[in-house]
């Protein structure tokens, strides 16, 4: 439906007077009369607004990933659960990319295991070098023994001690790498099991289910097409519980409160008038369109569980069961009209209360029982 809030803010189109006759009666634009007295009679001002049904907690579902449709669950129309499988998606390279990262985790499991040929091959070397450091230990107690008794010489001694000392190091150095394999094989694992996690979170995403209770309203995907990365391929949303979308024009927005009642027409049901109650007013101007969006909840079911449906509707801004109303024809420039009585015509200025497309409520001035004569330019 186009914007329409250049040809009426304040009334609904006359489709939309017709039901509303008890709050509003039009006057014609035009009188064949000449002479007119005001009447009183019930008025309201509202802001016309243009918009739709939109279901509640409805959106759009997205995929997370490049693959192929392999399977679509469910049809346009579908009643659906929270957590429901709604499409399901393949792709060979996500699947790739899963199968190397599980590979790549039971790979560094089976390393990081005590009995892995990785540690065992370490701790071999370290069990050779601390059985050669106890031996060169004890070669060097007893050649210590030997110096004190001199039995034998400095240098060979010396030569001993030095052989412990390089047994020593190297034992302590099949240490450090035995304990370094080992943090290092930690390391990787929890790593590898990251990776893994990751990789099968985004397999997961190939399972596209609903997040609501609700029904699938528009699918945009068939089995065996492709879907890219954030593509919406559905629309989904409750199936019992409405709201409507208005747009109100920049101009307007300022009058428009939470709280006041919105009349509502919908395109689809031409024969019924609706209700609703505006409860949020978003501050973000549609640069295209001049509007700003207004949300209002409904204070009855639709007929149909329809997302979409085309609407006018009027906020009322304020309502007077009993005011004085002229016609927009009798006003001549700077809010004034003429009057006849008995002395001739006289020129009074009014004041204006509620406004309509073609009538004005007047507060000051005249009153029901002055005869007006018609603005015949206008």
Known sequence: MPYLHQVNRFIMRPIFAIPLLALIALSSCRQS?????????????????????VAK???????????YLTSKLVEDGDSVKKGDPIFILESGQQSARFRIAKENYEQVLRNSREDSPVLRELKAMLE???????????NLVRYTNLLKQNATSKVEYDRNKLQYENSRNEF???????AKMRDQLRVELQNSLSQLQIASDESGRYIVRSEVNGKVFQTM?????????????????????????????????QRVKKGQTVVVKIDAYADRLFTAIVDKIYPMVNAQQQSLRVDATLTEPLPGAFTGLALEANIIIQKKESAIVIPKTVLLPGDSVLIKSTGGVNKVRILKGIETLDEVEVTQGIDSTDLLIMNRYR
Do not use: H
Not at 172 to 178: E, G, I, P
């Open 57 to 67: 907690d409805a959106y759009q579902v997205f995929v997370q990933v490049d693959g």
């Open 172 to 178: 302590l150095l099949q240490s450090s790498r035995y």
């Open 221 to 253: 995907k068939d089995k065996g097409e492709l879907v890219r990365r954030n593509e919406v391929i559905a629309i989904l949303g409750q199936d019992d519980a409405f709201f409507i979308q208005l747009n109100v024009d920049e101009l307007d927005i």
């Open 128 to 138: 050779t070098a601390r059985t050669k450091m106890m031996f060169d230990s004890t």
């Open 33 to 53: 009369k000449e002479e007119i007295r005001p009447q009183v009679k019930p008025l309201i001002e509202a802001v016309y607004a243009s918009g739709f049904v």
